[in-house]
T-cell receptor
Framework: SAVISQKPSRDICQRGTSLTIQCQVD?????MFWYRQQPGQSLTLIAT?????????ESGFVIDKFPISRPNLTFSTLTVSNMSPEDSSIYLC??????????FGPGTRLTVT | AQKITQTQPGMFVQEKEAVTLDCTYD???????LFWYKQPSSGEMIFLIY??????QNATEGRYSLNFQKARKSANLVISASQLGDSAMYFC??????????FGSGTRLQVQP
């Protein structure tokens, strides 16, 4: 299985600021995904990040608000820009591992005040 | 479009008893995978079990088994011999060609002593 770490684990940020979340995997992976989980809700895909190409965003998510980098096969970042209280969520990265496994990082719990 | 439906917002089960968590899905893709995840209050997503659409037998992993009924488009999770540590949110998810996961709304399971 893949071991995934995320930084920071949690943060409290002020409205209008930005936060960059890091996702590190202990093995090289092709596909990485970023999800958002709003309080009391299920997980929603923000974007798919492949190394060497632009991230592919889901409907309702735009690059200006959630820029993503994928500089190599073990690392990715998600930035939450110009934050508002509605951005308070858990942000999770995940990786595809073979045909039938997908693993998640421990998540970043963001509170925007 | 893919859709996952979990109709049980909450479930109670007595310790040591078995419990079934319901999941139905909808997709036009003939090739897909079905996943179950456990999310304790810490927020991490723990992969439990996987079933592929072409798998002939129901998947099992320790106390977890997946009751896969393809014609009914259902993929229910069965937890045998419930333990107090099983109390958590449980999410059913599906992967199709695009490789990211689509999640259901989740079921909160509470195991009572």
């Amino acid at each position: 299985s893949a071991v995934i770490s995320q930084k920071p684990s949690r943060d409290i940020c002020q409205r209008g600021t930005s936060l960059t979340i890091q996702c590190q995997v202990d093995s090289q992976v092709t596909m990485m995904f970023w999800y958002r989980q709003q309080p009391g809700q299920s997980l929603t895909l923000i974007a798919t990040a492949n190394q060497g190409s632009e991230a592919t965003y889901e409907s309702g998510f735009v690059i200006d608000k959630f820029p993503i980098s994928r500089p190599n096969l073990t690392f990715s970042t998600l930035t939450v820009s110009n934050m508002s209280p509605e951005d308070s969520s858990i942000y999770l990265c995940s990786v595809e591992w073979g045909r039938n496994e997908q693993y998640f990082g421990p998540g970043t719990r963001l509170t925007v005040t | 479009a893919q859709k996952i439906t979990q109709t049980q917002p909450g479930m109670f089960v007595q310790e040591k008893e078995a419990v079934t968590l319901d999941c139905t899905y909808d997709t036009s893709d003939p090739s897909y995978g079905l996943f179950w995840y456990k999310q304790p209050s810490s927020g991490e997503m723990i992969f439990l079990i996987y079933q592929g659409s072409y798998d002939q037998q129901n998947a099992t992993e320790g106390r977890y088994s997946l009751n896969f009924q393809k014609a009914r488009k259902s993929a229910n999770l069965v937890i045998s011999a419930s333990q107090l540590g099983d109390s958590a949110m449980y999410f059913c998810a599906m992967k199709t060609g695009r490789r990211a996961l689509t999640f259901g709304s989740g079921t909160r399971l509470q195991v009572q002593p």
